[in-house]
């Protein structure tokens, strides 16, 4: 069986600006989609919750 990726901590910077820009929910919906999954990732949540979010 694969071993499961997941993203790295992220630094309060990056938390604060991923936060926005799902917050927000403007501009490009890829950018909007990638951040929650970055979030959703660093969350510790699993791969089928994460398609379940997006």
């Known amino acids: 069986m694969a071993e499961r ?3 790295r901590r992220l630094t309060d910077q990056e938390g ?3 936060q926005k820009i799902v917050r927000r929910g ?3 919906p890829i950018r909007l989609r ?3 999954v970055i979030m959703a990732s660093a969350s510790g ?3 089928s919750a ?3 979010l997006v």
């Open 5 to 7: 990726v997941r993203a």
């Open 16 to 18: 604060q600006r991923l």
């Open 26 to 28: 403007t501009g490009s």
């Open 34 to 36: 990638r951040a929650m």
């Open 45 to 47: 949540n699993t791969v």
């Open 50 to 52: 994460i398609a379940g």
